[in-house]
T-cell receptor
Framework: DGGITQSPKYLFRKEGQNVTLSCEQNLNHDAMYWYRQDPGQGLRLIYYSQIVNDFQKGDIAEGYSVSREKKESFPLTVTSAQKNPTAFYLC????????????FGPGTRLTVT | GQQLNQSPQSMFIQEGEDVSMNCTSSSIFNTWLWYKQDPGEGPVLLIALYKAGELTSNGRLTAQFGITRKDSFLNISASIPSDVGIYFCAGVHRDSNYQLIWGAGTKLIIKP
């Protein structure tokens, strides 16, 4: 079955620690995205990548970093510089740049205390 | 930046009722997408709309691309318990660099 996997489902960290969230897809999609979701709000774009070894900042990139070394993988690192990291993080992919239909993984809920 | 106004914010309905929600903007959009999110899960794409006036169905769901290109509507007929969740609209504006702009969601709750 093709799809997007995110792991872990729940993640707990102490303030001041960096943490990396995993996102893998076997849909052979070129484009991948990271969103943050807070209660009662829509999705906000953190970073996106249209092709391997290339990525762009979204609306709220500060305090986050990404890499895209493989087509299938787009990990997100939440750094200690992110002021309010506790949130639900969603990874998505689309066939290619300009293909608007995005398909989402199950999400990772990060809690930082 | 561009914003989408999604309404209502939440809806309490009886099982079997029809549901209507909408998404509006002050700007023209080229594409509208409707997603449903269950608690603790990622959004699932329901319907995609690409042309003004387009009306597309997916089972009991019907969505329309507004003729002005500034709005979109989602209707659910004969609601059932599994319809509970949050429905999001998302759109692509010509100035959004192909990225989706999201509404804040409509939470659908079925009265016991």
């Amino acid at each position: 079955d093709g799809g997007i996997t995110q792991s872990p489902k729940y993640l707990f960290r102490k303030e001041g620690q960096n943490v990396t969230l995993s996102c893998e897809q076997n849909l052979n999609h070129d484009a991948m995205y990271w969103y943050r979701q807070d209660p009662g709000q829509g999705l906000r774009l953190i970073y996106y990548s249209q092709i391997v070894n290339d990525f762009q900042k979204g609306d709220i990139a500060e305090g986050y970093s990404v890499s895209r070394e493989k087509k299938e993988s787009f990990p997100l690192t939440v750094t200690s510089a992110q002021k309010n990291p506790t949130a639900f993080y969603l990874c998505a992919s689309s066939i290619q740049e300009g293909a608007y239909e995005q398909y989402f993984g199950p999400g990772t809920r990060l809690t930082v205390t | 930046g561009q914003q989408l106004n999604q309404s209502p914010q939440s809806m309490f309905i009886q099982e079997g009722e029809d549901v209507s929600m909408n998404c509006t903007s002050s700007s023209i959009f080229n594409t509208w997408l409707w997603y449903k999110q269950d608690p603790g899960e990622g959004p699932v794409l329901l319907i995609a709309l690409y042309k003004a006036g387009e009306l597309t169905s997916n089972g009991r769901l019907t969505a329309q691309f507004g003729i002005t290109r500034k709005d979109s509507f989602l209707n659910i007929s004969a609601s059932i318990p599994s319809d509970v969740g949050i429905y999001f609209c998302a759109g692509v504006h010509r100035d959004s660099n192909y990225q989706l702009i999201w509404g804040a969601g409509t939470k659908l709750i079925i009265k016991p």
